[in-house]
């Protein structure tokens, strides 16, 4: 790596102090090296073609970045991806090099940047006090192959100064800089469960325009989410392709691989990840999770109750569940609330143990309990809601098979009014064997874990007819 002035921060502060004897051990005087260095910036700054993509981490909200064009007198114009008006909108302010302790860009006037950097939450869109941790002094700290390294002054936050080239200066002033955001966002929507297999782990991986996030379970079976600042690049619409390359601002490492992009492949129409070492690892849409769902399910998981909501899994819900759910709604039309149109909102089955429930007569306080609410609502007398609560011990054996015995009811009068209405939902639960698996995500738009009671043989061989809920922890 070329370093530029790298040391200057060092000496200036000696040099400063010494007599100007000392400066015959150099070509030039102290003060004359700082003007080069100061002249070298500006003049690489102002030479540019075709401007600059500088990509900025922020404390609070991932990695922004902007397109710049600097002019002699101190003017620069930019573009920037924090919404479509600023990836359309060009804006002019003024900025200087200077000196203090290295040679430093700041952008002194309104723009883009300062906008980010204001702490005001109702101008920059962050945290009141803070803004988006953004900077708008940076000092040079080095170059590489014309790539500028940078760093904040105030709250150090890690940045490049890149060169454009044609292509990108020609998309970004088209709007590229959202465009690309918004073809990311469309690709993740696209997709149920992106997964990607690094050297045998599974990992779970969602993008958003400043953020990754990846979930997988580590040597220890412990489930691992962890988000990293990322940014979608313009490359994809500047070469033609569908999307753009998704950089990892701080790589992660899965069994010694460190993951430093995502590329777009565009002979599988899909990511891959890259690795240091140049190593590739294909993405798929794998509907669900590839570890088993008992590792994070259960009552002292991460989950622990199954939430069917029909209108969130069109799709995923599927016969002979989605008939008897149904006729759970049709039935409580015929209920005691007949006449105030009552709904059935949501079914919620949930593992909870029985000592948590010593106000229920008849739990035994070492049970496992299945815990089902049926929560419905009455559009006709003011959108009410209540919600019957119903009770089985769970039967867990070493296959892991699930019997549900020994049903009590809650114990407000509602559950003896409407009970009639969950009967057949009762016979299903009460009269099967049952494995509990994930459920395919085959929802447009939703990227939730879904999970249900498979009803089984003894033998644990599902079926196919099964509950399905989105997971949930309450």
Known sequence: MKKIFLMLALMLGVLASCDKKMDAVFDEPADVRLQEAIDHYRN????????WIFTMNTKLGGVYRFWLSFTEDGRVIMLSDANSEYASTIKESSYRITALQTVLLTFDTGNYLTQLHDPEAAVSGGTEGQGMGADIDFYFISEDNGVFNMLGRFNSNAATLKPATPAEARVIVNGAFYDAQTLLTEYSMSMIYSVVSIEGVDIHVTFAPRQTAVEYLDDNGNLVNAVYNSYVDVDGLANGESNGTVYISTPFTVKGKEIIKFEWDSGENNYVAVSADGSTYKLIDNRKPTYSITSVFGVDKTFNALQTVKSQLEGSITEPFLSRFNEIGDLLKQSTYKSYGPELVY?????????????????????TVLEITFRTRL??????????KFYWKVNIDSKGIYTFTDRINGTTSIEAEVGSAFVKMFAFLENNYFVLDWVSNRTAGSTAMLGGFYASDANGEKSDDFTCGILMRN
């Open 44 to 51: 690489t700054l102002t030479s540019a073609p075709n401007g």
């Open 347 to 367: 079914m919620n089955m949930r593992l909870v143990l029985g000592s948590s429930l010593s106000s229920i007569p008849g739990i035994g306080s070492s049970w």
């Open 379 to 388: 559009t006709g007398y003011y959108n009410y809601e209540y919600s019957p």
